[in-house]
Each structure stands twice: as structure tokens, then as C-alpha cells.
């Protein structure tokens, strides 16, 4: 079992910065691939990025690449997502997410371990 807690939303204006943690639970965090996905209101569920167990590789969705960073410290077991350039469509409520095994996917029904979520709200 992993249990999942986001932090770092809030409000920030168009262009400016935010950067998201996701604290894990367990003494595996390392044999687990993690994602952040988010949801704006009215809309599913999007796959926002994705890191392997050890964060050799990762993934992005082509809207935010160059903007957005996923990163992990397993010695911490923390998860993060720096996310520069904001706009006001990454509005969202973002989520961190684990999957059972390293390997990073992008699709959310891999995921079988989630976070309660943290808003992110930018003002244009």
C-alpha cells in the first residue's frame, strides 16, 4: 500500500511559477513509477507527466514540455513537478499518482494509488 500527499498548489499569475510535492509512503518508493495528472472543472482526467523508479525516464504531455519538470528524490520519497510559464488553462486540480511497479505509463488506470489533490489556480 502507498500512500500519497500533494502539496504546493495555490495561486499564482500567468507566467509566473509554482512547484508540487507528493510525499510517499512505504520503504519501496524506488520500485515505483510516478505521475502527476490533473482536472480541470467539467473536464477528465489529464495526464500531465510520468517518471520511472529510479527517474531515468520520463514523460510529457506535449503541452506542457519545456514549461514542466517531474523529478524525484527516493531518498526523500518525495515526487515533484516544477512547472514554469504557467498559463491559465493549467488550472486544475493536480494529482500525484503511483503505479505498482517502475515503469512509467501515461494512462491513469495504471495507476492503482492516488493522492487527495492540490489546486492550482493561475490568473491571467
Known amino acids: 500500500q502507498v500512500q500519497l500527499v500533494e502539496s504546493g498548489g495555490g495561486v499564482v499569475q500567468a507566467g509566473g511559477s509554482l512547484r508540487l510535492s507528493c510525499a510517499a509512503s512505504?520503504?519501496?518508493?524506488?520500485?515505483?513509477?510516478m505521475g502527476w495528472f490533473r482536472q480541470a472543472p467539467g473536464k477528465e482526467r489529464q495526464f500531465v507527466a510520468t517518471i520511472s523508479g529510479i527517474g531515468g525516464t520520463t514523460y510529457y504531455t506535449d503541452s506542457v514540455k519545456g514549461r514542466f519538470t517531474i523529478s524525484r528524490d527516493n531518498a526523500k520519497n518525495t515526487l515533484y513537478l516544477q512547472m514554469n510559464s504557467l498559463k491559465p488553462e493549467d488550472t486544475a486540480v493536480y494529482y500525484c499518482?503511483?503505479?505498482?511497479?517502475?515503469?512509467?505509463?501515461?494512462?491513469?488506470?495504471?495507476?492503482?494509488?492516488w493522492g487527495q489533490g492540490t489546486q492550482v489556480t493561475v490568473s491571467s
Open positions: 499518482a503511483a503505479r505498482a511497479g517502475p515503469t512509467p505509463y501515461k494512462v491513469s488506470e495504471t495507476y492503482p494509488y
Open positions: 512505504g520503504r519501496t518508493f524506488e520500485s515505483n513509477a
